[in-house]
């Protein structure tokens, strides 16, 4: 499933977390293609991102949220 990003925030370890529109998040650097794309170490290329849509594998596996939605 398509899920917009919506913001990002880094983990404890610094690396970059999409949040998605579903409530799940996705670490960007994680998952190729994404690996070492330099757009999400900054915050213009992050604010460009914003929108985009990632496949969320926790959707389609019907995983409960990784944050609450308001
Ligand atoms: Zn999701």
Redesign the pocket.
């Given at each position: 499933?398509q899920?917009p990003i919506t913001g990002f925030h880094q983990d404890e370890e610094d690396h970059w977390v999409a949040e998605?529109a579903?409530?799940?998040n996705q670490h960007v650097r994680h998952d190729p293609p994404w690996m070492s794309r330099p757009w999400v170490t900054t915050r213009t290329g992050r604010e460009s991102m914003l929108g985009y849509r990632l496949t969320?594998k926790?959707?389609e596996e019907g995983a409960p949220a990784d944050r609450s939605l308001d």
């Open positions: 499933m899920q998605l579903c409530g799940h969320c926790k959707c």
